[in-house]
């Protein structure tokens, strides 16, 4: 007999052996012994066993952050899927700030809960959240020939250690779509000193970016020696910039110290 046919004929007679007499559980006994081939003290153990349900005792630490799902992923998707590492120190300040705009409402404890999350439990609760609709960069240039026509100096021209070599860029205020009309800032920063001048551009046509080239070189503390744009691709602005300023234009392409520039830019406009 297999092991499951032993366990079959124990289920079937284990009742009547508990009920029977002594006289009647040796019979039992003898008869089980006989089928099966099993010892008698075995048979003894296997007729007066209680099998038990099997239970699944999960093991470690029960979870505690299960309900601040949905409150850690608002407050992911409010600061542009920060990685964890980086969104962590900021939990106080976001809830505070999302709680100010009426945003979000959340208790006392909540919020203790949710400063007190690791990086590691950060990644953890949204790991299934990543990489699904990621939200794409948005970029307002578009490829074009007119960069060629733009005049350009080489880069023996250019000298990070004066005052007025500056570096400007459009920033689209576009929320999520490039579509339509929307306002625009011209930021300027000289790379010198650091000083920064930002000028308000209604939309994005030739004369009004040559006008806020004008209004931010009327500004500069020092004249304007250099001009640096950031995104070259665009048609109409690049060429607006270089007419406007009338003095030298650079291309970030043509300047070997483009990553001193760039990395001067992102400092100024990490806010």
């Keep these: 007999m297999t092991r499951r046919s032993v366990r079959e004929y124990a289920q079937a007679v284990r009742a009547r052996y508990a009920n029977g007499s002594k006289a009647e559980k040796g019979r039992i006994l003898d008869e089980f012994t006989k089928v099966t081939g099993l010892h008698r003290k075995a ?5 007066a066993e209680v099998r038990k349900a099997k239970t699944t005792k999960q093991r470690g630490r029960p979870p505690g952050y299960g309900d601040l799902l949905s409150p850690l992923r608002m407050i992911w998707e409010a600061s542009d899927r920060l990685c964890s590492k980086r969104l962590q120190p900021f ?3 976001m809830i ?3 709680r100010h705009h009426g945003e979000q409402r959340l208790d006392a404890a909540t919020q203790a809960k ?3 999350m690791s990086a590691s439990t950060i990644d953890r609760l949204l790991r299934p959240y990543k990489g699904r609709r990621a939200r794409k960069p948005l970029s307002t240039t578009k490829p074009g020939i007119l ?3 733009v005049p350009v100096r080489t880069f023996s021209d250019w000298d990070k250690s004066k005052f007025g070599f500056v570096e400007v860029d459009l920033v689209a205020h576009c929320r999520e779509s490039t579509e339509g009309f929307y306002l625009n800032t011209l930021c300027a920063v000289d790379v010198a000193s650091g000083w920064t001048e930002c000028v308000p551009v209604f939309g994005k046509p030739q004369e009004l970016v040559k006008q806020a080239v004008h209004h931010m070189r009327q500004r500069l503390p020092c004249p304007l ?9 665009n048609l109409s602005t690049s060429a607006s910039m270089t007419t406007a300023a009338n003095r030298r234009s650079f291309s970030p392409s043509r300047v070997p110290t483009r990553r001193t520039i760039a990395a001067t830019w992102n400092r100024k406009t990490a806010t």
């Design 43 to 47: 048979t003894i153990r296997l007729l």
């Design 91 to 93: 939990l106080p300040e």
């Design 96 to 98: 505070r700030v999302l």
């Design 114 to 116: 949710l400063c007190q």
């Design 147 to 149: 960069k060629n026509l």
């Design 225 to 233: 020696l250099g001009l640096a744009r950031t995104t070259a691709a």
